[in-house]
């Protein structure tokens, strides 16, 4: 129903950006709120962060809050983090997702920070932060 392709990974030094995109295609017309989660070797896959399909609810994690941006263009069906201040602890592979579950809504958000919320992923794309 809905294909998900991240581009814009890449190897860059510590304190550098990166800005990530996700595509959308398919039957997109759905409300979906959208996340991106990382995962690095050895490591269980971790929301980074989310947005709500208004924007008006987004969530960070503690460890990229003040360095990442979330945000999205709907009209294009497009998600994008934005990635400053880069530190080699942020190498991971780096996933989009979208759920069907409101961000909006304040039940629904503890639930968001778990893949297990989201139904649609894309392939990753690979961020390395070199020291």
């Known amino acids: 129903q809905v294909q998900l392709v991240e581009s814009g990974g890449g190897l860059v030094q510590a304190g550098g950006s990166l800005r990530l995109s996700c595509a959308a295609s398919g039957r997109t017309f759905r409300s979906y709120t959208m996340g991106w989660f990382r995962q690095a070797p050895d490591k269980e896959r971790e929301c980074v962060a989310y947005?709500?399909?208004?924007?008006?609810?987004?969530y960070y994690a503690d460890s990229v809050k003040g360095r990442f941006t979330i945000s999205r263009e709907n009209a294009k069906n497009t998600v994008y983090l934005q990635m400053d201040s880069l530190k080699p602890e942020d190498t991971a592979v780096y996933y989009c997702?979208?759920?069907?579950?409101?961000?909006?809504?304040?039940?629904?958000?503890?639930?968001?920070?778990?893949?297990?919320?989201?139904?649609?992923w894309g392939q990753g794309t690979q961020v390395t932060v070199s020291s």
């Open positions: 997702a979208a759920s069907p579950t409101d961000a909006d809504r304040v039940v629904g958000r503890r639930f968001l920070r778990s893949m297990d919320a989201y139904d649609y």
């Open positions: 947005i709500a399909w208004s924007g008006g609810s987004i």
